[in-house]
């Protein structure tokens, strides 16, 4: 493979502790891996616990680089906001291309997943700053979000790496991009399978564009280079305009019991009464696990909470987790194609809710989501709806809108025999493989 670079990963030294304490010095162990990139210049490779991005001036400090936190976080905006393309490379048809601009970085992402590390790809460069730290730019960005998964076949609970908002930089000279995506994505993938031997991880898993053609290509000969177990799953993401489906009769009937730990508790215990199908990957398997998502989400964004219709007897009919995804980021639409374009013309969509874990028959669920489109559009200006939808969901029919942008997680096994057992021990008698009970949060 190419060459060799270096990552340093900071870390405690008590390996079973995911961030520093604030009072502890940082530190970091160096660790060699093969690449297949071919950027010929110097790249300053780091793994920062997200949480620790709070104090990335001192590890900036320990590579010489410029340990100014207003030009980190500049830096990260510009490169995590670019644009991501939902069309199809070949054809150029489709329908969407969106930025997303994060509030608040980075305790907007640390609230989701307080274990994530953040991989960084910094590009030295030859100017200074006032201090004599070198400058640099952010070549790539990506991180790796840590969550327990619930093995099927045997019960136990196992560690899983999520990789998300994986970016490389568009910044280009002389009308030519400096940083090869596919390269630059090489290098940043010889990371993860690093962390996945040191921090003995088997399973990881990301997502990409259907028709992102580039992507397939790069995952497919990754896995096979790396020899991995691989394997794709089609999800179907839809925005509803709230207006056109809410309800003021049912929003009326909905119960907030975010605060009642015995309700979320059976929450909890019906979303795993109700998901009966063998998952691939069940994120949340424990109420524990739940809870702690639960409590991160609601620390940041008050505006997100559990929402349920009960019964006559004060049971729960229905029920879902609603976040209100504009307490995150702002959504922006670049050259919208069809309905999208009325979409983006109507300026709507800096904020948006998303509804997920529901349970419930549904015919209940259906008045529950019509009544939380009502009360977070008047109550807290959201119009408009993120629903998710794979292979088997019983809510697919209540989820869908001719404002459908389709794609494709993607899985992968450190062993590809293991691998084929696994997807073996979840696959159902109509040949379904049914990989999350929700869709991750980002």
């Known amino acids: 493979m190419g060459k060799i670079r270096t990552f340093h990963y900071f870390r405690p030294l008590e390996r079973d502790r995911m961030d520093f304490h604030p009072e502890e010095p940082l530190r970091f162990d160096s660790f060699e891996i093969k690449v297949i990139d071919r950027f010929k210049e110097q790249l300053e490779l780091l793994v920062v616990p997200v949480r620790s991005l709070e104090r990335i001036d001192e590890v900036l400090a320990d590579v010489g680089l410029n340990t100014s936190r207003d030009f980190f976080r500049e830096q990260c905006q510009e490169v995590i ?17 969106f930025r997303v601009y994060f509030r608040n970085l980075p305790d ?10 953040v991989v960084l790809c910094l590009h030295p460069l030859k100017d200074k700053d006032q201090a004599g730290k070198r400058n640099y730019r952010i070549a790539g960005y990506a991180h790796v979000n840590s969550f327990d998964y619930m093995d099927q076949s045997s019960g136990a609970l196992c560690p899983s790496y999520y990789y998300n908002l994986l970016r490389v930089s568009t910044f280009s000279e002389n009308g030519k991009a400096l940083y090869r995506q596919c390269g630059m994505f090489a290098t940043i993938f010889s990371i993860f399978d690093e962390l996945t031997r040191i921090n003995g991880v088997n399973v990881g898993y990301a997502n990409f564009g259907k028709d992102n ?3 397939q290509r790069s995952m497919e000969t990754l896995s096979r280079v790396f020899k991995k177990g691989y394997d794709q799953f089609p999800v179907d993401s839809y925005i509803k305009i709230n207006r056109f489906f809410r309800s003021r009769k049912w929003s009326k009937r909905l119960v907030d019991i975010s605060e009642d730990d015995a309700r979320i508790r059976n929450f909890h215990k019906k979303l795993l009464e109700r998901r009966r199908d063998m998952f691939l990957l069940n994120q949340y398997a424990t109420y524990d696990s739940f809870k702690e998502m639960f409590e991160r989400v609601r620390a940041y964004s ?3 909470g559990i929402y349920m219709l009960q019964g006559k007897n004060g049971e729960i009919l229905a029920a879902a987790l609603a976040i209100n995804w504009g307490d995150y980021f702002n ?5 919208p194609r069809g309905l999208f374009k009325l979409i983006s013309s109507l300026k709507i969509t800096e904020r948006i809710l998303w509804p997920i874990h529901f349970v419930g ?7 529950l989501l019509k009544g939380l489109a009502y009360l977070y559009e008047k109550k807290h200006k959201v119009h ?3 629903m998710m939808s794979q292979r088997g969901d019983p809510y697919a029919r209540l989820k869908r809108s001719v404002l459908h942008d389709p794609f494709v997680y993607f899985t992968m096994y450190n062993k590809a025999k293991e691998y084929q057992d696994l997807e073996a021990s979840c696959r159902t008698e ?3 493989i049914s990989i999350f009970t929700e869709t991750p949060l980002t």
């Open 213 to 215: 053609r580039g992507m």
């Open 302 to 304: 008050t505006t997100s």
């Open 81 to 97: 906001s670019v644009p991501e393309k939902h069309f199809n490379e070949q054809t150029g048809q489709g329908l969407l291309t």
């Open 361 to 367: 028959e549904v015919s209940d669920v259906a008045k």
């Open 384 to 386: 408009l709806s993120l």
């Open 430 to 432: 109509d040949g379904r």
């Open 331 to 335: 959504l922006t639409l670049e050259e």
């Open 108 to 117: 907007s992402l640390a609230s989701i997943n307080g274990r994530a590390l």
